[in-house]
């Protein structure tokens, strides 16, 4: 298929600024948010002189412009930081609360720790609160560095904080959240004469052992909560229910159900079944989570999403996409409205089985549904149409993007490059969403780069490389011009992140 068969709209549509962010929040962007964006991709490197280049917006950057740039650039944090700096700077400006947040956050999520200390330093009166250092928490605690997470919030009183239960609550949550339950417990018992711990505390801790399939040292921290004259909740009982299932002791789980019942009298919630339904699912065993479905019924009660979409999952592995669409259904008419997580998990059995039709009217339904699709969800659909040959629908799916607000990232063009590379006939359209990704200052893959120089040189179109090369050396993006020497074959690059 030659390009000019390719729809109109491929190739008259203006070319947003996209930068590798999912959806943005509002379709309606400003074009002085597409211009500083676009700067901001170009100007990444620290030697790139960004703010002779955002001296023209002096006068246009609002906190709202500035909010929406700073949501849009997750995935650029040094230039983001510059433009917070930067901007902080002009005549009468003042960040929102929201932009603080997010540029605290994509910092310490890239773990530039320094800067992001230097930010909290240099910007007190916008930083120095309990969000911030939550935020902080997590970072350390996803970054393995449990130890500075505690640092960090030993840290709150030099900025005029004074570690509250919630703090300790904040800072246990993240380090159990990423797996390190042993500093956290350790901690736990140097401080806790320090605060007025409650149950919420040890069922905390039990969460994290809950995680990690440790019964026994749920059940002690369980004990120990009982000792210090707190007594048991529904949400203790729920996480030493869970720390025996995931620990393979149903039994012994099942036991607990029916001593909170009888000895504390409490009643189950429907965190209380979640727990055996995500048991079951784990097991295979989907008869059995759906029974406790349906004594939830009975009660009452309605399964959060994340459960509902633990049965979709089994039952899509199971090739049951009918029973599925029932418990979708069912989702929708008892208030738990399902999300992408949801509908990809059917999608994705669609995709395998090539069931075009059905994936397409699944897409519909989302939008019906008010439900966006994410990144995997187009990835599926376009390695699925390419795979069966419907160009067709592929270069609509690719089209509908813009009108649901979603923007490719890299990962989108890696696959149509890579997926129209391997069909005949389609490498001058594979070229085309190559030029696209450059023009649109997204940085390729170097395996998109490869694949493509590979599959040029095999059909004997060096030119046509040489073309694309040329290309990406004349972009604004210095993460594109040095991949122009993959392309060129002049010098192999390692792959940089985002």
Avoid at 43 to 64: E, G, I, K, Q, T
Avoid at 136 to 149: E, N, T, V
Avoid at 451 to 480: F, H, P, Q, W, Y
Wanted: proline content about 5%; charged content about 25%.
């Amino acid at each position: 298929m030659a390009v000019r068969n390719l729809p109109p709209r491929l190739f008259s549509r203006l070319l947003l600024t996209r930068l590798h962010s999912a959806a943005a929040d509002d379709t309606t962007i400003p074009s002085t948010v597409n211009d500083i964006c676009r700067i901001l991709s170009d100007f990444r490197s620290p030697h790139d002189d960004l703010d002779s280049a955002l001296r023209p917006f002096s006068a246009s950057v609002s906190p709202a412009v500035g909010e929406q740039v700073l949501k849009r650039c997750r995935r650029l944090p040094s230039p983001s930081h510059r433009f917070f700096i930067w901007s902080s700077y002009l005549p009468d400006f003042l960040h929102t609360p929201t932009s603080c947040n997010v540029v605290l956050d994509l910092l310490a999520s890239a773990r530039l720790f320094p800067l992001a200390w230097s930010l909290l330093s240099d910007f007190r009166p916008n930083f120095a609160n309990s969000s911030s250092f939550r935020l902080l928490f997590r970072a350390y605690a996803g970054a393995s560095l449990p130890d500075d997470a505690i640092r960090a919030f030993r840290r709150m009183p030099d900025f005029g904080l004074r570690p509250g239960v919630e703090d300790l609550h904040n800072l246990i949550s993240s380090l159990c959240h990423y797996g390190h339950i042993i500093p956290a417990e350790l901690f736990f018992h140097k401080c806790k004469s320090q605060f007025p711990i409650t149950q919420k505390t040890y069922t905390l801790l039990m969460n994290g052992w809950a995680s990690m399939g440790k019964p026994r040292e749920a059940r002690h921290l369980f004990e120990e909560m009982l000792s210090q004259g707190h007594s048991a909740d529904i949400a203790a009982y729920n996480s030493l229910m869970a720390a025996h299932c995931k620990g393979g002791e149903l039994d012994a789980a099942l036991k607990l159900f029916q001593e909170m019942k009888t000895l504390h009298m409490l009643v189950p919630n429907a965190a209380s079944h979640a727990v055996f339904i995500r048991s079951y699912c784990e097991s295979k065993d989907v008869d059995s989570a759906l029974r406790i479905i349906h004594r939830m019924k009975l009660h009452d009660q309605t399964p959060n999403v994340f459960t509902y979409n633990a049965i979709i999952k089994l039952m899509c592995e199971n090739g049951k996409a009918e029973d599925a669409y029932q418990l979708l259904d069912e989702m929708m008419e008892r208030g738990a409205k399902p999300d992408t997580w949801s509908y990809n998990a059917i999608l994705s059995l669609h995709c395998k089985l090539r069931e075009v039709n059905r994936a397409l009217k699944l897409l519909s339904r989302m939008d019906r549904d008010s439900c966006l699709p994410d990144r995997h969800t187009y990835n599926m659909l376009l390695k699925m149409l390419i795979a069966v040959g419907r160009f067709d629908r592929l270069f609509e799916v690719w089209e509908s993007m813009d009108g649901r607000g979603f923007f490719p990232s890299a990962s989108s063009y890696a696959v149509m490059v890579h997926g129209l590379c391997r069909k005949s006939g389609m490498i001058d359209v594979a070229c085309r969403y190559f030029e696209m990704m450059v023009e649109e200052g997204i940085p390729p893959y170097l395996s998109t780069c490869e694949v493509l120089r590979g599959e040029l040189r095999r059909l004997g179109l060096g030119a046509k490389i040489e073309v694309l090369a040329d290309k990406m050396r004349r972009s604004t993006s210095c993460n594109i011009q040095e991949l122009s020497k993959a392309m060129d074959g002049s010098m192999i690059v390692e792959e940089k992140p985002g």
